[in-house]
């Protein structure tokens, strides 16, 4: 298998380089700048992350995530299993509860043709971002999201939490203080962010 990573690790392709890491897996990586021309013969859509895999073309960081965690047997549960859909579940929930939180204010800063632009949606967006992490927190034991075992879900809400942070989003739950320090100090998510 060859693998092919397209996008910048300042993206959502963040996510998949740190897996591949994880995995321990060898890969190219095509730092392309998201929405370009260079893209959008991947993805008409021109957004990344894009995964190769020896040249069929995979798109959305969940799907490539899930895809790579199945192939190789590592990071979540075996498809089927009930430990399987509460981890779906709790990525559907990161996805829902916090990405689109977030991408609905990058929009509205950065990504809309100026005019449409609507600055006063954030205070709004920020305090469902709060809400929502501490209605997680209530049901976060730790180390990670299933407990005992790391799982795809987990490098959504790292990431997530991350994004948020760039983003001045507030994270006043100390749980998620600690797991953020714990989850950016391993190596793998090191080697991803050098990229
Ligand atoms: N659901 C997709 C979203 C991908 C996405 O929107 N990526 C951003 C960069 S983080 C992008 O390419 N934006 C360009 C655009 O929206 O035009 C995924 O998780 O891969």
Known sequence: MTYTVIGSSKTRAFRVLWLLEELGLTYEH??????SDEVRPFNPS???PVLLVDGTVLTDS???LTYLADRH???TFPA???DRARQDGFTGLILDEFEGLLWTSSRHSFILPEEL?????????KWEFARNLARLAGRFDGPYLMGEQMTVADVVLTHCLVWAEVAKFPQEEPKFADYLARMRARRAFQRALAR
Do not use: E, H, M
């Not at 095509?30 to 929405?35: G, I, K």
């Not at 632009?117 to 954030?122: C, G, V």
């Open 62 to 64: 969940t799907a490539i």
């Open 80 to 82: 089927g299993s009930l």
């Open 117 to 125: 632009r609507l600055p006063a949606i954030k205070p709004s967006l």
């Open 30 to 35: 095509l730092p392309l700048r998201a929405a």
């Open 46 to 48: 021109g957004k990344v």
């Open 73 to 75: 047997g590592q990071f």
